[in-house]
Structures are given as structure tokens and as C-alpha cells.
């Protein structure tokens, strides 16, 4: 749900409240909620007699512990560790999961993580797309210029990269 989030809103909005919008909107969409009763602050009638009361303690379980993305493909990488990748210099319209200061740099495959949802299309409803996730290192001179022996590792999907 973050990655529908108007992207005006999104850039002026805390990471808290990114995270109040995904949960608002999940809740109105699986039903939980209505609008009214989010809006509104409360339901209109009790909840059906034997349903389980969601307490503090369920819903921080929850969101510790959520659901993983990873799935069961058998799909072959295309980048092994050690190969140098160039992320893809990208402006999309909405949220994305590619940081726009590591955009058309260069960096290293470190781990191939498996393979996981593509959230950029599932979040929209445009399909699983399911790929594998690399763990990228790329080093403060090709980020910022600047000559430091520091990394910045970056967890990225398939579609993000290319060849360099």
C-alpha cells in the first residue's frame, strides 16, 4: 500500500506515517474496517458474539513477524556474487523500492537473497512478478564522490539492475 501513496504526499510524509497509511489502507480493502469506523473511531455495534478480541499483544506478533514475501520459483538469477551491476536510472510515477541516490551507479552483487514478490506490481495489482533480490554494495566515491573505504549495501530486485 505505500507504493500507491501519492507521491507528493509521500516525500512530505514521515516513515511513520507511511506505515499509518499502508495499515489504513490494507484494513479498509481486506474489510476489516469500514471508513466510517476508521474515520469515526469506533463501529457502530459490537463485534458477533465468540470473535476474538485483537489485543495490544496480537497486533504487535503481527507486525513483528508479517508475512514474507519470498516464494517458490524456479527462476535462474541472472547475476551471480562478485558481478559489477549498474541500477537502472528509473522515475516512476509512484513508490519504488530502487532509492534514487544508488540510480544509475555502479555497484557489486554481495548475496542473491531468492526469490521474492516484486512489490513495485503487486502493490498496484499488476501481478506477482516474482525475481530474485540481490544484496548490492556500492562505495561512498561512486555514491557521493567522496574517498572513503565505506559501503552502502543495498538490498534490490531483478528489474532494478543491468550489466554494467
Sequence with gaps: ???RMDPAHYLEASYYEHWLHAFE??????????????WGGSTPAPCA????VLTQDIVAMVVSTGASARVSHDIA?????????????????????LPRYVRGKIGRIETDHG?????????????????HVYSVSFTALELWGTPRPDNVYIDLWDD???EA
Design 49 to 52: 458474539p465468540g470473535t476474538p
Design 160 to 162: 532494478y539492475l543491468e
Design 25 to 38: 489502507t490494507l484494513l479498509l480493502e481486506k474489510g476489516v474496517i469500514t471508513a466510517d469506523e476508521l
Design 1 to 3: 500500500a505505500i507504493e
Design 115 to 131: 526469490v521474492f514478490i516484486t512489490p513495485d506490481t503487486a502493490a498496484h495489482g499488476l501481478g506477482e512478478h516474482p525475481q
Design 77 to 97: 538469477p541472472r547475476f551471480k556474487a562478485g558481478d559489477r551491476v549498474r541500477a537502472k536510472n528509473i522515475n516512476p510515477t509512484t513508490h519504488t523500492r
